[in-house]
T-cell receptor
């Protein structure tokens, strides 16, 4: 059974700092990996999707990497801003399945 | 264009009542998913539709949970004889992907269900 773990559970940083969020998964037979952002009381916003054949994806100040063989992904946020404060969730889509398996998320607070 | 729309946003019910939660996916999206998110946890998969066909219902926690998508568009998640442990946020997602296609899932804002 696929298990997804995110470390740390919470992170507080000053504005302008570069930061890394970590995601690990137990079964490397994934089809893709997605990073989402969730604001309080809201649904999930898709940030980046990395296919299993890719090593990284970039969107603006966000960069996500994938090391499928070691079961790890990182989300790098450059020059963090207070508006980046949210919970960040990592999810994997298993090969042969349509569903996503999520981690519990990392709650990020960026202080002005 | 409009995103995934869910209604109601909040639902309070007494234990033992039946509830129905609605999801309007993005127009033209073939795939539709329901997830359950408990407080402080990540979403957990409940069920998946491709058009009107329910292809995976392995995540439904009991036979009190039932989902349908009769015309391949709007979907309803029904919970019968609700219990306190059913209290959670129910998220709907849709995607243009089917089979071997890398398209993201797009989520609605969810329905927050509270069972008293």
């Amino acid at each position: 059974k696929q298990e997804v773990t995110q470390i740390p559970a919470a992170l507080s940083v000053p504005e302008g700092e570069n930061l890394v969020l970590n995601c690990s998964f137990t079964d490397s037979a994934i089809y893709n990996l997605q990073w989402f952002r969730q604001d309080p009381g809201k649904g999930l916003t898709s940030l980046l999707l990395i296919q299993s054949s890719q090593r990284e994806q970039t969107s603006g100040r966000l960069n996500a990497s994938l090391d499928k063989s070691s079961g790890r992904s990182t989300l790098y946020i450059a020059a963090s801003q207070p508006g980046d404060s949210a919970t960040y969730l990592c999810a994997v889509r298993q090969g042969g399945s349509e569903k996503l398996v999520f981690g519990k998320g990392t709650k990020l607070t960026v202080n002005p | 264009g409009a995103g995934v729309s869910q209604s109601p946003r909040y639902k309070v019910a007494k234990r033992g009542q039946d509830v129905a939660l609605r999801c309007d996916p993005i127009s033209g999206h073939v795939s539709l998913f329901w997830y359950q998110q408990a407080l402080g946890q990540g979403p957990e998969f409940l069920t998946y539709f491709q058009n009107e066909a329910q292809l995976d219902k392995s995540g439904l926690p009991s036979d009190r949970f039932f989902a349908e998508r009769p015309e391949g568009s709007v979907s309803t998640l029904k919970i019968q004889r609700t219990q306190q442990e059913d209290s959670a946020v129910y998220l709907c997602a849709s995607s243009s992907a089917q089979g071997y296609s890398n398209q993201p899932q797009h989520f609605g804002d969810g329905t927050r269900l509270s069972i008293l």
